[in-house]
């Protein structure tokens, strides 16, 4: 068993159906997915979802739960939300085949792969908490994937990735920065805007949207962290 | 539209759980296929096949039912089995994605692809009416899928071998920056850095090495690189 892939950990948001979290978690087992992470579902445990995990109930049994996406993958350095259709704001898009690569490549950091609700999919707060955004191809004209299928799909990429994998030596990277010091790198840019009159929360223009998603986007290692906190901290301390 | 793959038949054998017929047609129509067999159902038609289709009861409505199997393929040139476990008598088995290929050679013959019973699959009369075996690879300690899991795979992979040359995925892009562009910022944002401070000529640290290997990675568009420019004057009109 290759645990790199393993440790992708499936995030489902906000889910309505408990039968839904249970077919996810049998779709995961099937693939040898065990990671399983619930924001916020609308009923939990339940007996519906342990009856359609159909002897996958170890994963519900193990199952993570948070009350907000940010606390569920605040230790992953790669989060990869799904979205049905393509936003106005176009995010870097993966398939399903090269969301499986992203993974693989990964190389034993934490990654979270983001389920939306059952009718309205994950809100732009939570997209913006992603680096990636992962789009299933489906008929143009019915594109309504239940939940647990599209769960089963992506692992079933997932699964097919990592045997492929299996016996192949990873390429050495830097670490990437874990998402809750993203929020602390986005916290201080907001703040350093603000105190040199460039960022006006009462007019604010998309503006840390859009560096949420260029920095996102990028996925910053350690060393760049650094340099770009460095330089925050140096701009506020000359305006004082 | 490629109806050359369109064409291929999804043959549900047996099928117990009248909830599966409908959650395999919501699978199917998902990747544009809408070609079902149903040999000898337990329950059919029937409200919760309706209520689980979920909007693709045109599939069911147009189903075709049959009383055994061999009526269902008799106009087939092509049939694929599918079964969960290696049988003791091999057969050419064939991969998901093998399948799809098959079928995209298969140049407007029929073609079935046939799902057993949920419980127990084919029988070895039925296996024999296939010329090939198509196994979906699982856990090997859990390979329990469910039907309609099993469909929206097979479906996924005849769609994207579909899409192959259509580009699956389609990228909205908003228009980058051109190099010239990229140029004046790393000129601009080294100024500043140096204006503040920050960046000492004689002691680069590799400062802006690392910067362009940031920001060239993020690919900045037009707005990105308004924001930040706007950002490096008003820290420099600070300084002054």
Redesign the interface.
């Known amino acids: 068993m290759n645990s790199i892939i393993n440790n992708a950990r499936i995030v489902l948001v906000g889910t309505t159906h408990p039968g839904n979290i249970g ?1 996810a978690a ?2 995961m ?4 997915q065990d990671n399983l992470y619930l924001v916020n579902p609308k009923e939990f445990p339940s007996a519906v979802a342990t009856a359609r995990a ?3 109930d170890d994963i519900l049994a193990n199952a993570s739960i948070h009350d907000d996406l940010k606390s569920a993958i605040s230790d992953c350095e790669l989060v990869i939300t799904t979205s049905a259709r ?1 936003r106005s704001i ?1 995010w870097p ?3 399903p085949r090269e969301c499986a690569e992203k993974v693989a490549k990964s190389n034993g950091g934490n990654v979270a792969i983001v389920f939306g609700r059952e009718n309205s999919g994950l809100s732009n707060e939570e997209m913006e908490l992603g680096n990636l955004v992962l ?5 143009a004209d ?5 939940l ?2 599209a769960v ?2 992506i692992c ?1 990429e997932l ?2 990735k990592r ?1 492929a994998n299996e016996g192949v030596v990873k390429e050495d990277k830097v670490p990437l920065v874990s998402q809750e010091k993203i929020e602390m790198f986005y916290e201080h840019l907001e703040e350093c ?1 603000i105190e ?3 960022h006006d929360v009462n007019y604010p223009r998309r ?1 840390m949207h ?2 949420r ?3 996102n ?4 290692d350690e ?2 962290w650094k ?1 770009l906190r ?2 925050l901290a ?2 506020q301390e ?2 004082k």
Chains 1, 2 share one sequence.
């Open positions: 077919a049998r779709a087992k099937t693939m040898s159909a002897g996958a393509t176009p898009m993966v398939s789009q299933i191809p489906t008929n019915y594109s309504s994937l239940n647990a299928s089963q799909i079933y699964f097919l045997n805007m040199i009159g460039y503006l859009r560096m998603r260029l920095f986007r990028a996925q910053l060393s760049e340099i460095g330089f140096k701009i000359k305006q």
